[in-house]
């Protein structure tokens, strides 16, 4: 009686969220590789050919940058020591309340334009898909259902299928291609669901932090940590040439602090005051969450906040890593294949269940 209840539950979610489940799975497994698909295809974009030159100033490059753009306000600099690495603006153009926020890269050998980063509206577009379905709001609590979904199907799947791991556990992660028909159907759903459970139930748990602000509140406060709130800033329009020296000072202090031991930086510029922030990674870096934060206030030269990643307790590194977990990236390449193959299956699974019920309706 307890087990055909769960089974009745297990069907009903599985009809219900099924293709959604589909569409999130296939978008995640775009996703896994976002990072090696877009270095791959904009290499002539993020890197340069290396040059006997000394790179150009970054105080020089905005000087040209402004008298080529004149109108567009910059909200942040992301630069490396990478030498082969190129630099980008990142701007804003404003139209009444509209805006749109673009990216320049920059040649900083040569100051000249590079081409446009390719792919990244479709990427975003895929993110968009995966974590709302295109409808926003509505589409937000349509994945948020189906995850959730997710969570109890595994459950109900192993509370049906207890009995057959009792007697014959190893059995039971197996299956035969001999096998035809519905016992094929039910042998392979069950003995895939078995491999794939654990990778399921990591990505469901890590990603539920994006559709509900009370999981994502309740997961912080059991983990201790507390959650910091999205400022959004201002951009600033670069119009004073005392406005460039200072962020060419700022960023000579930022360099001079972290001795160039970096890969990675993107300084984000203030609108009003003098107080500088820089996210960094180092040069040993694992994966793209790892970041520093060094603030610093350009009118008295001094250093506000110096915020090492790898100094933070465990805890706080791994709320921070989440995005990197929920991809499998925080793991290295291994981790991201798992959850590659993971995401590519989970379609195979609803596929089956669907067939299972269709053929028990026919009988």
Do not use: C
């Amino acid at each position: 009686m307890f087990r055909k209840a769960f089974r009745k539950i297990h069907l009903i979610l599985g009809l219900i969220s099924g293709l959604i489940l589909i569409v999130i799975a296939g978008s995640g497994a775009v996703l896994s590789f976002e990072k090696e698909i877009m270095n791959s295809i904009n290499k002539d974009i993020y890197t340069v050919p290396l040059s006997n030159k000394e790179k150009i100033p970054i105080i020089k490059l905005l000087e040209g940058f402004k008298k080529k753009k004149p109108n567009l306000e910059i909200r942040a600099i992301s630069f490396s020591n990478i030498k082969s690495s190129s630099l980008y603006f990142k701007t804003i153009k404003r139209d009444g309340d509209k805006k749109q926020v673009s990216k320049y890269y920059i040649n900083p050998y040569t100051g000249e334009f590079l081409a446009q980063e390719k792919r990244e509206d479709f990427f975003r577009t895929v993110e968009r898909l995966h974590r709302t379905l295109l409808f926003n709001d509505i589409g937000k609590h349509l994945v948020g259902f189906s995850v959730l979904s997710l969570l109890i199907l595994t459950f109900s799947g192993v509370v049906m299928s207890f009995p057959r791991l009792k007697k014959r556990f190893f059995k039971s992660l197996t299956f035969s291609f001999k096998s035809k028909g519905q016992h094929f159907l039910k042998s392979s759903h069950s003995s895939f669901a078995m491999w794939l459970m654990p990778f399921y139930l990591f990505a469901a748990l890590s990603g539920l932090n994006w559709s509900y602000s009370w999981y994502s509140n309740a997961f912080y406060k059991i983990m201790g940590v507390e959650k910091v709130q999205r400022i959004t800033n201002k951009s600033i329009k670069l119009q004073k040439n005392s406005k460039l020296d200072e962020v060419g000072r700022a960023i000579a202090i930022f360099e001079s602090e972290v001795r160039n031991k970096y890969i990675y930086s993107l300084v984000k510029l203030p609108a009003n005051g003098t107080v500088y922030s820089f996210i960094y990674l180092d040069e040993n870096a694992k994966h793209r969450r790892e970041r520093n934060k060094l603030v610093l206030d350009i009118k008295t030269k001094k250093i506000l906040k110096h915020e090492r990643f790898e100094k933070k307790p465990l805890n706080e590194q791994i709320m921070i890593s989440m995005l990197t977990l929920h991809t499998g990236e925080y793991f290295g390449i291994f981790g991201q294949v798992i959850l590659f193959i993971s995401s590519l299956l989970l379609p195979f699974l609803v596929i089956t269940g669907f067939l299972i019920y269709a053929r028990k309706k026919r009988k």
